[in-house]
């Protein structure tokens, strides 16, 4: 069975910039060691959780997805993402990114062992979810358990957009086993249909064909491929205008800090206008005290 792809990291964006001189050297690679330090506790953190890491996640799919290609069964995989993460991540730093992602995966473990389900680590921002039997219906109904249970954590979230708190978009594919790359095809875009709906909730996708995805005509893929582009293009067109938001957001703060800087200098020039009157007059007073015919 092909294997999925490996994780990303929380730091891939992370980088030190160098330049000449031995101190700026010596900073970055202080830097790099302790995010190296940082990553190895963080990840010791969640095997002490008993949360898989992707190659542990990769082997536990492909074990059930032979169990439930032999037995005929439904198996279901959920992708749960983060809802501005990357927001969060700049904010509040990795570190506390970190946390947060402990006080994540431990609201989702908790609801995965009340319903038997297999919890992973699938991406930086992203956890998998496996589970075996059942129906689209009851995975449905842990699926928005567990978006919940994110929810009710109430982990603080100040630059996200649907929220003040942290929450939780979770794309959910049903199947009976056919392909793997199909399966994660779909489980991706469940997961980018939660988020152009509005994120914060769950969006499931169900195929109960036996076929092979050989078997889909051309007509059908190029359906799907327009689909997806078109999903592409509504998920830029909502980044490009959280970008304008934030670019207006920051425009009226200079804007309200250029009128404080110049409501402040008019004071000084106030003040400075006060201070050489009033110097005009005790001079004036002066020569007055001196002139020996007043």
């Known amino acids: 069975m092909a294997q999925l792809n490996q994780s990303d990291e929380i730091d891939k964006n992370d980088t030190t910039q160098e330049q000449d001189g031995k101190g700026v050297v010596h900073l970055s690679k202080h830097q790099e060691e302790k995010q190296s330090s940082e990553s190895s506790a963080f990840e010791q953190v969640m095997q002490q959780m008993n949360i898989a890491d992707r190659k542990s996640f990769d082997k536990k799919y492909t074990q059930l997805w032979n169990e439930a290609s032999d037995e005929n069964e439904l198996l279901t995989l959920m992708i749960c993402e983060i809802d501005f993460f990357k927001a969060y991540v700049d904010n509040y730093g990795h570190q506390g990114a970190s946390f947060m992602l402990l006080v994540i995966a ?3 473990k908790t609801t995965c062992e009340e319903h038997d389900c297999y919890l992973g680590r699938y991406r930086g921002d992203e956890f998998g979810i496996l589970i075996k039997g059942g129906d689209i219906e009851t995975a449905n109904e842990i699926a928005e358990k567990l978006r919940f249970a994110v929810e009710k954590s109430r982990t603080e979230h100040k630059f996200s957009s649907v929220s003040n708190i942290v929450t939780l978009s979770i794309g959910v594919s049903s199947f009976y086993p056919t392909s ?10 469940a997961l980018t249909n939660a988020k152009l709906a509005g994120r914060n909730q769950v969006s499931g996708h169900l195929d109960t064909t036996l076929e092979s995805s ?8 190029e359906a799907e491929l327009a689909n997806e582009l078109l999903q592409q293009e509504a998920l830029k067109k909502e980044e490009a205008l959280r970008k304008e938001e934030e670019l207006k957001k920051a425009e009226a703060l200079r804007l309200e800090e250029l009128k404080k800087e110049k409501e402040k200098q008019k004071q000084l020039r106030l003040e400075e206008e006060e201070r050489l009157e009033e110097e005009k007059k005790k001079q004036a007073v002066g020569m007055y005290d001196m002139d020996p015919f007043f």
Do not use: D, F, H, T
């Open 180 to 189: 793997m790359q199909v399966v994660m095809k779909q489980a991706s875009r």
């Open 106 to 108: 431990l609201a989702l």
């Open 214 to 221: 050989s078997s889909i005509s051309n007509s059908q893929q």
